[in-house]
């Protein structure tokens, strides 16, 4: 499966952005699928995921209760609503496929996209 991560910018602490991650190749619904973020000198981290029928979602702590993960399934999309930005949100933002359950580490997703520029300034 190929996916293309969109909808980064630079936006002002306290604002909002919307990813969007679309994928072709293949049956969209048969993946679980995850966002990940990387900040300068930073590994990259897990954020979201979300289970294949958009039913079970999990959360890092750091964005919980701030960002929300959604999947169209017939629009072969997945979304990152993101709101209450923080400076350290500031990141490239990935999404990524995987085919098992929910995981929150880089291994368990076989595709990745190639990442979109979230800046957040103070």
């Known amino acids: 499966v190929q996916l293309q991560a969109s909808g980064g910018g630079l936006v002002q602490a306290g604002g909002s952005l919307r990813l969007s991650c679309a994928a072709s190749g293949r049956t969209f619904s048969r993946y679980v699928m995850g966002w990940f973020r990387e900040a300068p000198g930073k590994e990259r981290e897990f954020v979201a995921a979300?289970?294949?029928?958009?039913?079970?979602?999990e959360y890092a702590d750091s964005v919980k209760g701030r960002f929300t993960i959604s999947r169209g399934n017939a629009r072969d999309t997945v979304y990152l609503q993101m709101n209450s930005l923080k400076s350290e949100d500031t990141a490239v933002y990935y999404c990524?496929?995987?085919?098992?359950?929910?995981?929150?580490?880089?291994?368990?997703?076989?595709?990745w996209g190639q990442g979109t520029q979230v800046t957040v300034s103070s």
């Open positions: 990524a496929a995987g085919s098992d359950f929910i995981a929150r580490t880089t291994f368990d997703y076989g595709y």
């Open positions: 979300i289970n294949r029928s958009g039913g079970v979602t």
